[in-house]
């Protein structure tokens, strides 16, 4: 089953759509793995806030 979402002009193209396949598999696995990566990303400077003072880390801004 296709879609099409993406029209393209007929006078310079083939085809004037743009077919797209949409998979439920494939857009769950691009979800977990943003989310995954998206956590990750935050490990590192949670980590480094976690060594600060509070106090220093305000007073010197």
Avoid: M, W
């Avoid at 979402?5 to 004037?16: E, N």
């Avoid at 857009?27 to 935050?42: G, N, R, S």
Wanted: with cysteine; aromatic share 10%; net charge neutral.
């Amino acid at each position: 089953e296709k879609y099409k979402f993406i029209d393209l002009p007929g006078d310079v193209y083939y085809i004037t759509t743009l077919p797209v396949r949409l998979v439920a598999s494939d857009v769950l696995l691009i979800a977990v793995a943003a989310l995954v990566i998206c956590f990750l990303a935050t490990l590192y400077p949670a980590h480094q806030a976690s060594k600060l003072n509070p106090v220093e880390a305000i007073r010197h801004g």
